[in-house]
Each structure stands twice: as structure tokens, then as C-alpha cells.
């Protein structure tokens, strides 16, 4: 089945509005010409992307980005698509809620949340049953609620997920519980600017300093987004 293309972004003319810290679900504004190979798995006003691995050499795993609030998970898909596709899918579900000015949130049960990825998983791999090794652990990331989220499903799913990445997501928990649920290690991320800076940087110390696998991410002069302030080498290398 041949890939279906999805909304295309662009992603440079958002940098200095998110960088003021503006922007809670991390939007982003639209341009034809980008990301053309974003595909669409789910359409409809709760839609699922996704990005293909750059290899196509056997089955690859799942890379999940679970989006900010009233966000539109193709806003933030793009800007993990580097990282994630050199050795797995990248799936960009929406959150099960339609927010009431548009996007979605991650409301309800964690049941409801696991549910919706799960969905999304079934649909991708229904797609391209061939490409989608769906049984071998994913790599989870998470932006501002998409972040409490992950740690949700992580603690949900014991031994679904290896890794994760918070971003701008004051999660609290402990190495113990990471290892107990199968994760090998985890890293963050923040600007500069993001209230969250401070208890993510301090989270980080805290697993680094009980020998759990850690790395802090500096995304530089910008507030509560996914966008760095220059490029994103180091985000797409923690990956």
C-alpha cells in the first residue's frame, strides 16, 4: 500500500512565538511544501501522522509523540521525524478529547489514554503489517501534558516502552520505578524560559545521581516548546 501524505508544517516561522513561551499545545503553521512525507494514518478531527524509518531493512519499532494540550499531534511530529526514523516508525497520535476551540486533550482515565495509543498502533501496523514490528519495546516521547501522559502509560504498560523523553513535563518519579516498568533510560528537555526548566533539571540530577541512564536536554533561549533555538542536533542525537 503505497503512503498516504498528510498535512505538511512549517516549523521555522514558529520559533520566536514559542520561544516568548505563548504556545501550550505547540502549533505550528501549515506550508504545502514541508513534510510532504508525513503521512496520514487517522483522518478526521482526532487524526493520527506518522513518519516512516529511513531504512526499510525488516520491520522497524515504534517511536510514540504524545502531543501538548489542545494540540494537533502533526504540529510536533515533525520536529522528532530526524531522530526517531533513523531506526524506527515515528506515530503521532491525537489525544481521545476534541478541545472546544480546536485539537485535543489527554482528559480522562488512564485506561481512555492507553486506549488511544493503542489505537493508533493497531492502525499503523494494520497499514503496513510488513514494516511495523509491533512487539518489540517503544521508545515514548512526551510534550507538556503529552509528557504526564508518558510517564502515565509508562507506569500503565510495564515492559511496552525502553525509553522516554520528556519535554517541558515536570514529571516526578523515581529510578526504581523506571527500571520496574522496563524503561533503560530516559531524558529531558527544556528552554531556557519554560517554567518547567527548573524541576525537569532537578529531576535529571536526581535519577543521574542514583546511576540511572540520564541526559538533559538545553533547548536554548526559547520558553514552554519543543523548538530549539538553533538546530536541533542534540534533541535529534538523544533520541
Known amino acids: 500500500m503505497g503512503f498516504v501524505r498528510g498535512?505538511?508544517?512549517r516549523v521555522v516561522g514558529v520559533v520566536c512565538l514559542l520561544g516568548a513561551g505563548m504556545a501550550t499545545g505547540g502549533h505550528a503553521a501549515a506550508d504545502e511544501n514541508a513534510n510532504a512525507n508525513m503521512l496520514t494514518v487517522a483522518r478526521g478531527?482526532?487524526?493520527?501522522?506518522?513518519?516512516?524509518?529511513?531504512?526499510q531493512d525488516g520491520a522497524k519499532p515504534l517511536t510514540i509523540y504524545l502531543h501538548g494540550i489542545c494540540?494537533?499531534?502533526?504540529?510536533?511530529?515533525?520536529?522528532?521525524?530526524?531522530?526517531?526514523?533513523?531506526?524506527?516508525?515515528?506515530l503521532c497520535p491525537s489525544a481521545p478529547t476534541e478541545c472546544e476551540g480546536g485539537g485535543a486533550t489527554w482528559s480522562g482515565a488512564t485506561s481512555t489514554q492507553v486506549a488511544a495509543v493503542k489505537s493508533a498502533e493497531e492502525k499503523i501496523a494494520a497499514l503496513f503489517p510488513q514494516a511495523v514490528d509491533a512487539n518489540r519495546p517503544r521508545v515514548l516521547i512526551g510534550f507538556s501534558q503529552g509528557g504526564y501522559i508518558a510517564r502515565n502509560l509508562i507506569k500503565a504498560e510495564p515492559g511496552t516502552f525502553r525509553a522516554a523523553l520528556f519535554v517541558g513535563a515536570d514529571i516526578e518519579t523515581t529510578a526504581d520505578e523506571f527500571k520496574k516498568s522496563g524503561i533503560s533510560r530516559v531524558a529531558f528537555a527544556s528552554g531556557r524560559f519554560d517554567m518547567m526548566r527548573k524541576p525537569l533539571e532537578k529531576e535529571a540530577a536526581t535519577l543521574k545521581a542514583a546511576g540511572f541512564?540520564?541526559?538533559?536536554?538545553d533547548l536554548g533561549a526559547v520558553g514552554h516548546t519543543y523548538v530549539?533555538?538553533?538546530?536541533g542536533d542534540e534533541l535529534r542525537d538523544t533520541i
Not at 478531527?45 to 531504512?55: I, Q, W
Not at 499531534?73 to 524506527?88: I, L, M, Q, V
Open 7 to 9: 498535512r505538511a508544517l
Open 45 to 55: 478531527n482526532l487524526p493520527t501522522y506518522a513518519f516512516a524509518p529511513t531504512s
Open 71 to 90: 494540540g494537533d499531534p502533526g504540529n510536533g511530529c515533525p520536529f522528532f521525524r530526524d531522530g526517531a526514523t533513523s531506526s524506527s516508525w515515528l
Open 213 to 217: 541512564p540520564t541526559r538533559f536536554v
Open 228 to 231: 530549539p533555538a538553533q538546530n
